[in-house]
């Protein structure tokens, strides 16, 4: 008998490091010989490269993948690896645009399969069941990510309650009309409408929903940010991770210490940030991503610019690669102060243990020739020096932070822009 497609992904989750290791070979070859030589970018990019590889250590001869490079300056700003001509292509969307302009990415009847199919990891995580009614807490514009949550929860056979155009208000309102068990958002969308609810004396608790699944920035991996939410809605937070150019690549492991690689559909490699070598285990690294199943928009050796920490002999309930704490923040993020090492995510962590803190915007900039940082908090106790205390303590640096009126910084229903990197501006006297 043929397992169920739960249990073939659990038989893939189970697979040695040898048999994994074929088996990301054999796809990795299948995309290859199907997408090089149609596909003008990657024709281009690697040349009279042997394409047959008989290991995954052949991989690492081949060029990485840039976004930069990916991005064409054009009337439509189509992903220059499209494989097929236009007419395969029957889904478009864009990358999300917050750092730098949006890039448009297309895919396949086949290719959007794979998506679907690969979201299903996420949704066993999440434990989501045909009897959910799953409620997607955004905007539906060209963003991919909740596009492919709407369609997968849909083929798992749920009852899916979108929610585009509403107010945070009015999404409240359907969770109690459609009787509500999960819902999809951002870490900070979560917070937001728990704040909203207070406000309208609304009692989320009571709400019968049991899952909150966030994706889109750092939180749901983030200790302190998940039991945040986690105590407004009286629902588990299940973390999961991905993008519009690569695929739905991550998905929450069940003790909650971080997320794990798909790797049945994505070959993972780890670059550590200190030495650009391979990393080892544990080892702050930048993570490098190959998508095996989309062959319309492929990416290969792609650098995500993604922190990461790899662990491959953790103790849990599948083989497949965790990244201790999730992504941990951006390379293109992090900041030097007085020789210390500092990334966004290390502060919000340290944010959001002050339940006080309503809101918060943290602002890089240059400070001579050095990085300099500012914190600016929404603090019902308005009580700042506590939190220059703790950020001391915890990060051996004296940071400042404002208070500002509640209600000052922006609010976001999709990706919620906290950082502002502003170290390319002119230097302060």
């Not at 915007?361 to 914190?375: P, V």
Request: contains cysteine.
């Amino acid at each position: 008998m043929n397992p169920t497609p739960f249990e073939h992904r659990r038989n893939l989750e189970s697979l040695s490091a040898d048999e994994l290791a074929d088996y990301q070979l054999n796809r990795l070859n299948q995309l290859l010989s199907e997408v090089v030589p149609r596909n003008h970018f990657y024709s281009e990019k690697f040349g009279d490269a042997n394409l047959s590889l008989e290991s995954l250590e052949q991989l690492t001869q081949l060029p990485y993948t840039y976004k930069d490079e990916l991005v064409q300056r054009g009337s439509h700003d189509l992903a220059a690896n499209l494989t097929f001509p236009l007419e395969e292509y029957v889904r478009y969307h864009q990358t999300s645009g917050t750092r730098g302009r949006p890039m448009v990415v297309l895919d396949t009847a086949d290719d959007w399969q794979w998506w679907l199919d690969t979201w299903q990891f996420v949704l066993d995580a999440a434990e989501i069941e045909p009897e959910d009614r799953v409620l997607l807490a955004f905007s539906f514009g060209p963003f991919i990510g909740f596009w492919s949550a709407h369609d997968a929860a849909a083929a798992r056979g749920c009852l899916v309650v979108p929610s585009g155009g509403l107010s945070t208000l009015n999404r409240l309102a359907l969770m109690k009309t459609a009787k509500t068990t999960a819902i999809f958002c951002t870490p900070s969308y979560a917070l937001h409408m728990s704040e909203v609810a207070t406000e309208n004396n609304i009692d989320i608790r009571s709400l019968p929903i049991r899952r909150v699944v966030v994706a889109g920035e750092p939180g749901g991996s983030i200790p302190a940010m998940r039991q945040r939410i986690e105590q407004a809605w009286d629902a588990e937070v299940i973390d999961h991770s991905g993008a519009s150019e690569i695929g739905p690549w991550g998905y929450a492991d069940s003790e909650r210490r971080g997320l794990h690689i798909v790797e049945s559909e994505f070959i993972a490699e780890f670059l550590s940030l200190e030495s650009g070598q391979a990393a080892g285990e544990g080892e702050l690294s930048e993570l490098v991503l190959t998508s095996l199943g989309r062959s319309g928009s492929p990416v290969i050796r792609y650098r995500t610019g993604d922190l990461v920490k790899p662990t491959w002999n953790s103790v849990g309930e599948n083989g497949f690669v965790l990244l201790e704490g999730g992504v941990l923040g951006r390379a293109d993020d992090m900041m030097i102060i007085r020789g210390v090492n500092i990334f966004p995510s290390s502060v919000e962590q340290i944010l959001h243990s002050f339940p006080e803190i309503v809101e918060y915007r943290l602002t890089a900039h240059k400070k001579g020739e050095m990085d300099a940082l500012t914190i600016e908090i929404e603090d019902r106790l308005d009580q700042p020096e506590r939190v220059e205390k703790e950020l001391q303590i915890r990060l051996g640096l004296r940071v400042k932070v404002e208070t500002v009126p509640t209600g000052a910084l922006p609010r976001f229903s999709g990706k919620g822009k906290r950082f502002i990197d502003n170290r390319g501006a002119s230097n302060d006297s």
